[in-house]
């Protein structure tokens, strides 16, 4: 039985590891990303533009970054904003953003997808482990209450115990 148990725990952890490993490790440098962003203002346009990035780059990379990453370690271009013809006038300027990853910005992303995994495999630790003390807690409570009304409330006593434990459970489970 323990066995299954150190299995299962050793094959949760790898499949955790591994939807989250380094894409970028694997490849080459990488090619530049380009995005649009658009606006009223020229600056709602590059701030348009930055942001499309950084999702872009975030689904790419299944990693949350920020502007100040991409900014310190990568080479952002914008291009010159640029008022386009719109008959309704409602987002006039458009600015053309290129982000060139360096071989920094790709050290500091293996860095950060390395500390974000340690952090999720110790989620996952610490919810199994309360997961197991509640059990232990909630056995405790029952075999007490049991003893002290001696036997004559077994069912209300069991029916307790298990929506207590289903209850707790569910939100540390499902609660982040």
Not at 9 to 17: A, E, T
Not at 22 to 32: E, F, N, R, T, V
Not at 85 to 103: A, G, I, K, M, S
Request: proline share 3%; hydrophobic share 50%; charged share 20%.
């Amino acid at each position: 039985m323990r066995s299954f148990v150190l299995l299962g725990l050793v094959w949760l952890f790898n499949g955790v590891s591994e939807a989250a490993e380094p894409s970028i490790a694997k490849s080459a440098l990488g090619s530049p990303v380009t995005v649009e962003g658009f606006g009223s203002t020229a600056e709602e346009a590059r701030n348009n533009a930055l942001r499309h990035l950084v999702e872009q780059l975030q689904a790419k990379h299944r990693v949350s970054l920020d502007l100040v990453m991409l900014e310190r370690h990568g080479r952002l271009q914008f291009s010159e904003a640029e008022r386009k013809p719109d008959l309704l006038e409602l987002v006039p300027w458009r600015v053309q953003l290129t982000f060139t990853p360096t071989r920094e910005w790709l050290q500091a992303l293996e860095n950060l997808q390395r500390e974000q995994r340690a952090q999720e495999r110790q989620w996952w630790l610490g919810r199994i482990i309360a997961c197991l003390v509640l059990v232990f807690a909630v056995l405790a409570g029952y075999l007490q209450l049991e003893e002290w009304t001696r036997g004559f409330a077994t069912r209300w006593l069991r029916a307790l115990a298990l929506s207590v434990l289903l209850l707790g459970v569910f939100l540390l489970w499902w609660v982040r």
